[in-house]
């Protein structure tokens, strides 16, 4: 799409992406085939020897590595997405440690790889993570279960909805409806029990798995039940504007647009650096890059649904954001890993995932400016 970008802002997305090819051609050829997540004192550990094939990560690394392919042609790119992808084989084998999140994993890998390529075995690989995602369907409380303790089989989470895409994938796929239904059923659920009338959302939602009713929220990562943690808003923002992408009905995109205004009031009242939480107290005070990274994506998203008149509100609102946070936290250095820190995996989180570059954080800065140029390939 065009964003007519002009003059000074035109020109400084076209020096990020120049510094962004430079940058991850450099980590690329460090990493190879490696499955990265946060960058320790500068460098990436090898997830299958950390936390795990299982990682719900493990798919952000090669989602780079494709949109960086689609927008250069340089095949080490391509071929370190590939490798990736081959060593996920493990989790889908293995299919215990997998839960909501196999949409993270295998859109970025297996989707794009067909998509883009025609591989056969790419697209089986696919369709066998969204008939896992579509197992987990409560069909009473009409939501997919988040993750496999035995005492969360009601547990819903605002996270799922970005990965709804791979159903709305595996339908117009197959030609089977089931997919897009199960998607459809449980964003009503997230829009009926999840998002709130005000523009912000919960994190976690405990349902019955039994008759689908509301007993609790949790914090999950944020500060409280009923604070407003970040990165969950801009799930929300880019989940219920995705569905509408796929769906075309209008209250998600009304949804998607009401987190909008709720993520960019609050923004701007930080100079567009996005707090960990937009409800927590004022000290210590923690940031979390990542949420603004998403967000800006979701923004550009719904920026693509409206008119030429209300377009620049969400163009703009992005531009700052991603400005702000490359000033803030980003790395240029090519002998290092990971591009920008600031990210905070959870309000109440260890040490390690707190003011660190975290990979998701590093694929939604990717996409957003990669969509500001026409040169992404959309993944979702």
Not at 303 to 316: G, I, K, M, S, T
Request: charged content about 20%.
């Amino acid at each position: 799409m065009d964003y007519r970008l002009q003059g000074t802002d035109r020109e400084w997305v076209e020096t990020i992406f120049e510094k962004l090819n430079e940058k991850l051609k450099a980590e690329c050829i460090r990493m190879g085939n490696k499955i990265p997540y946060i960058a320790m004192d500068g460098h990436y550990q090898d997830m299958d020897t950390n936390e795990g094939i299982y990682w719900w990560t493990n798919g952000f690394w090669p989602g780079m590595l494709w949109q960086m392919y689609h927008a250069t042609n340089h095949a080490e790119y391509r071929e370190s997405a590939e490798a990736v992808e081959k060593r996920l084989d493990k989790a889908l084998e293995g299919f215990d440690g997998l839960h909501h999140d196999v949409g993270f994993m295998w859109l970025h890998t297996a989707v794009t790889n067909y998509r883009l390529s025609g591989n056969a075995g790419s697209r089986s690989r696919a369709l066998h993570a969204a008939n896992i995602l579509a197992g987990r369907y409560n069909p009473v409380g009409k939501f997919i279960r988040a993750w496999n303790g035995e005492s969360q089989a009601g547990w819903i989470i605002i996270d799922t909805l970005m990965n709804l895409p791979l159903l709305y994938w595996a339908s117009k796929e197959t030609g089977d409806p089931r997919y897009s239904q199960i998607a459809q059923c449980h964003a009503d659920t997230a829009l009926n029990l999840i998002a709130r009338p005000d523009g912000s959302c919960n994190h976690i939602a405990v349902l019955s798995p039994e008759t689908g009713e509301r007993l609790e929220n949790h914090a999950g990562q944020g500060y409280a039940p009923d604070s407003s943690w970040s990165r969950g808003q801009s799930w929300a923002l880019y989940g219920f504007a995705l569905s509408f992408r796929h769906c075309g009905q209008a209250k998600y995109l009304d949804a998607a647009k009401r987190t909008a205004h709720y993520i960019i009031s609050n923004l701007a009242l930080n100079n567009w650096l996005p707090l960990v939480d937009f409800r927590s107290p004022t000290e210590p005070l923690k940031y979390d890059s990542t949420a603004a990274m998403i967000s800006a994506c979701g923004l550009l998203e719904i920026a693509e649904h409206v008119n030429e008149h209300e377009r620049p509100l969400y163009v703009n609102s992005a531009l700052n954001a991603l400005k702000a946070c490359e000033k803030a936290f980003a790395s240029w250095d090519t002998e290092t890993d990971g591009v920008i820190g600031g990210g905070t995996a959870a309000y109440h989180g260890s040490s390690k995932d707190t003011d660190v570059s975290i990979i998701y954080g590093d694929y939604f800065f990717t996409e957003a400016v990669l969509r500001l140029l026409g040169k992404d390939f959309l993944i979702w």
